[in-house]
């Protein structure tokens, strides 16, 4: 996540849509041994997530409207749409998953209720701040999700989800630093530490829910923690280097400076 910005909403767009063209269907025919034990360590977080990764995305997509009128970027509402659909297939792939072991649905589970409510307490910028600290914990969870169990399957969509994840990480990033490149140096500064007091005691709650899976993947706390702090390191990172850049496209930065 160091290269310059490249894409504009519309190319978000292309991209997100061309992704969700792809055909995984073959995935399907890989082997797919999964033991008790494996299943038993697996199934409590794979229920949580699978619930976390499905949203209608309401209040996300309201505040995607009323940015995208203010500023005459239409294809930044399709291009969260192709998002929240990329996000749901995440879910419908993973509940087929479960399906196929026996694993029940569950309820909304605690954690995902929390980060549903906080999207809904500000706008468009803390909306998108609470989404990336899911899409950085996704990184450790499915990387440990794909080492925990045999199953060649299982090890195939979580290595699909993960690289869908880090593009999610780069769109957000680049859509906070357009939100955030006119603010004055020091309030960028302070939208940064705002994002890791929000990062890290979510990481704290995501471990103590979810410890089991992720040591059954090779996983200890501190090995969690150091890989969430790099993720985070990298997108704040990447965040400001594209709020001080000169390489954003001319016609995206006078939507915004011209709104």
Not at 111 to 134: H, K, P, T, Y
Not at 166 to 193: D, I, N, T, W
């Amino acid at each position: 996540m160091n290269k310059p910005l490249q894409k504009n909403s519309l190319q978000w767009k292309q991209y997100f849509a061309k992704n969700a063209s792809t055909d995984n269907t073959t995935l399907w025919s890989l082997s797919d041994v999964l033991t008790a034990d494996e299943k038993q360590r697996i199934q409590a977080s794979l229920q949580d997530f699978q619930q976390g990764e499905y949203s209608e995305g309401k209040y996300l997509m309201r505040y995607a409207q009323d940015f995208a009128a203010a500023h005459q970027d239409p294809e930044y509402v399709e291009s969260i749409t192709y998002f929240i659909r990329e996000e749901q297939h995440h879910a419908a792939v993973l509940a087929r998953y479960m399906v196929r072991h026996d694993i029940p649905k569950k309820s909304q589970p605690f954690l995902d209720s929390v980060f549903r409510r906080l999207r809904r307490l500000a706008g468009l910028e803390f909306s998108i701040m609470v989404l990336q600290v899911a899409e950085i914990v996704s990184e450790a969870y499915y990387s440990a999700l794909r080492e925990a169990t045999g199953s060649r399957l299982l090890k195939a969509l979580c290595k699909r989800i993960l690289q869908d994840e880090a593009a999610h990480l780069r769109f957000h990033a680049e859509r906070l630093a357009l939100l955030r490149r006119q603010r004055p140096a020091v309030f960028r500064s302070v939208g940064h530490l705002a994002q890791r007091a929000l990062v890290y005691p979510s990481l704290l709650m995501v471990w103590w829910f979810h410890a089991r899976c992720f040591k059954a993947g090779g996983y200890d706390f501190w090995r969690y923690m150091l890989q969430c702090h790099q993720v985070l390191n990298r997108a704040i990172e990447y965040t400001r280097q594209l709020e001080q850049s000169e390489s954003l496209s001319n016609k995206v930065l006078k939507l915004y400076e011209d709104g």
